[in-house]
């Protein structure tokens, strides 16, 4: 076995490492022991005793101390480490992901793929070395206005879509002003804008509504199940061209003018699958895009001021104008 060399990720590259060496003398047949490899490895015999213990635990490793020989041996002389071969910028690639998890600050999936991609680089076949501040630290991603979510709500929500059951919530609906207690099949955990939302059924209603987790103010996961294969959810369906976070029942289909330095910016990026851009020969850049609540996309738009200007529906024009004029009034306090 080949030394892995993961370089930038000292969380992990010690500790492979030592199972590398480790693994190499063992299976040289030398019979090292305790104070053997400690002294090869730089480290205390109690180091040492963990490096065998995650082995032989977590790698599955046949590894045992043999009296007579006064060494650690493998009973099973056939077994090997993981074989894996990944090139530098797959491992690369792991790697910068990991950063991607790790920015939404509030998931607790970041510490399992943390865990993962340590076991996987341990049965790399090949020595890797990513350069001495790492790689995968010249890569960084931020996301902004982050929803603050209870760690607790992810983790319950998980367990109940992975056993399929029910779950029952006080829930603080915003738009109401009040507090009400749902009885939940959960469906689907999707993240919009920064928020995390669940999609599922009210088994009270029937309906089927869109949660925003950081508006749950209690959660209890309940021992009742639920058959989400007779559920009939259909997740496409469901979304369908929704990109934000709004969903509802009804279509609109909006087209806004962007001038100035605004009709350059909203070109460059893709804000919503269903968008279609025209540049007008004035030189403005046409938007239009399909959403299922105006209120998803009346924020976007309040955000370009004055270079954004709504051409349609109405109802659209309507509530920008209203929202303007209560900005203004609030000014004038």
Known sequence: SKLVSVQGSSKFRTRWR???IIDERVRGGSAPNCNELSRELEVCSRTVLRDIEFMR????????YDPARNGYVYTEPSWSLPNIRLTEGELLAMAVGEKVVRAFGDSPWAKRLSEAFGKITAGLSERI?????????????AFGGIAIVDESVLATLETAIRENRHVQMTYNRLDIGDEKKYKIEPYLLLRRRGAWYLVGRDCKSGHKPMFNLSRIRKLKLLKSQFDYALSGFDRKEYLGDLAWAYHGQEEYRVAINFSGKAASLVEERLWHPSQKLRRL??????????????WDI????LSWASEAKVIKPQQLKTLVKSEIRAMAAGLKK
């Open 298 to 301: 009346l924020p976007w738009i």
């Open 57 to 64: 635990y977590d790698l599955g490793a046949p590894i045992e």
């Open 281 to 294: 020969k004035d030189g403005r850049l046409r938007f239009e895009v399909t959403v299922h609540h105006l």
């Open 129 to 141: 070395d990513i350069g001495p501040e790492g790689l995968a630290s010249r890569f960084d991603f």
């Open 18 to 20: 030592h199972v590398a």
